[in-house]
């Protein structure tokens, strides 16, 4: 199963010098849901951003299934090994859903038949029916197009999800089944879902539930012990 693991991960803004992380080390692993709580500004925004190969941190290193990721080309990382759920959805609001959920299975080189039958799979994995495939984005609710941003994620191939408030534009109900359907994936075709959220109550869905908290990792709950620090150094 997918893993990605933090070692000692520091990350400090040039301009201001300000130390947002400060030695973080933890693994996340495939066939757990993993929810990262934390007030705003505390450091969650960057963590992702470290963990999506989107920025690099001052020290440290990070780790997918045990390579480091400083060697590794970004955008083939990027684009294979991790995929993004955003807040807003990220759709593309001239295509239709189906065309939406085939354009990274596109970009990779499938052909179109073959992307549109992997496509019209991942949309009946999380519920979306056949009637809807040919609808735009804005034709749709917003725990709809939350699941469609999910189908598209997982047809890249990647085995890595990262979700970045992906229930705060939806309401309760909505924001239940949106996290029910990232622990399915999990447990039962194993990936490795990270999210970060404010919303307590879906987080308590999570296997393992972090706060950040002053540059560092607190582990709130987990499946294997009731609390640690994921952390360099202890507080």
Avoid: W
Avoid at 11 to 21: A, E, S
Avoid at 140 to 163: C, K, M, N, T, W
Wanted: aromatic share 6%; proline share 3%.
């Amino acid at each position: 199963m997918a893993e990605l693991r933090l070692e000692e991960v520091q990350y400090q803004y040039q301009k201001t010098g300000q130390q947002v992380l400060k030695g973080v080390s933890c693994c996340f692993e495939g066939g757990q849901l993993c929810a990262v709580i934390g007030p705003s500004g505390s450091g969650k925004t960057t963590l992702l951003s470290l963990m999506a190969g989107l920025d690099r941190p001052t020290i440290g290193e990070l780790f997918v299934d045990g390579e480091p990721l400083s060697r590794m080309d970004f955008d083939c990382y990027r684009r294979e090994r991790i995929s993004m759920i955003f807040q807003s959805f990220q759709l593309f609001p001239l295509l239709s859903i189906l065309e939406n959920v085939c354009y990274p299975m596109e970009l990779k080189g499938e052909t179109k038949k073959e992307a549109e039958k992997r496509a019209k799979e991942l949309l009946e994995l999380i519920g979306i029916t056949k009637e809807k495939h040919k609808r735009f984005p804005s034709q749709l609710s917003g725990g709809e197009q939350q699941r469609v941003a999910i189908a598209r994620a997982l047809s890249s191939g990647a085995r890595i999800l990262l979700a970045d408030e992906p229930t705060g534009n939806l309401d309760e109900e909505n924001t239940g089944h949106i996290f029910r359907i990232l622990q399915d994936l999990a447990h039962q075709q194993g990936y490795c879902v990270v999210v970060v959220t404010h919303d307590l109550q879906a987080a308590e869905l999570a296997d393992r539930i972090f706060q950040m908290k002053a540059g560092q990792l607190i582990e709130q709950k987990s499946s294997r012990c009731t609390r640690s620090i994921c952390s360099g150094s202890s507080t």
